[in-house]
């Protein structure tokens, strides 16, 4: 039997008075995959910003593993929302520590994800080539 691993409940986001996402309610079960199908201007990106705490919901709630949920619970989400920020120039290691500088995640954490993506022995090959 899965859990619920995210829930949002009536997730509304407005800028100005713009509605993008208007009462969004969605459960998502535990070892999924789950899709956002729509048209552009749907609010598909909204949503997934919101969950991943880019965005604050205008109003609703977000519950991630039975909690309300909060910026801890980055640790356990992995999410690419549109496109990702790649610096052609540099390796696949360069520019994961880019990213660690900015969130303060040890070397060590690199040498993991390189290992998890079958990117650990790229060597000096640049992102572009």
Known sequence: MNHTI????TLTKTFRSQEA?????LCVP???????????????STLLKMITG?????SGQIRFQGHPWSR???????????TPP?????????NLK?????????DERIEEVLEQVDLKFTGKKKAGE
């Open 86 to 94: 790649v610096y052609e120039n540099l390796t696949a290691w360069e």
């Open 72 to 82: 801890k619970d980055l640790a356990d989400i992995g999410a690419l929302v549109e």
């Open 6 to 9: 995210l829930e949002t409940q």
């Open 30 to 44: 535990e070892n999924c995959v789950y899709g956002l199908l729509g048209p552009n201007g749907a609010g598909k």
């Open 54 to 58: 880019i965005l604050r919901p205008t």
């Open 21 to 25: 996402v208007k009462n969004i309610s």
């Open 98 to 106: 880019v990213r660690a500088i900015i969130l303060g995640v040890q």
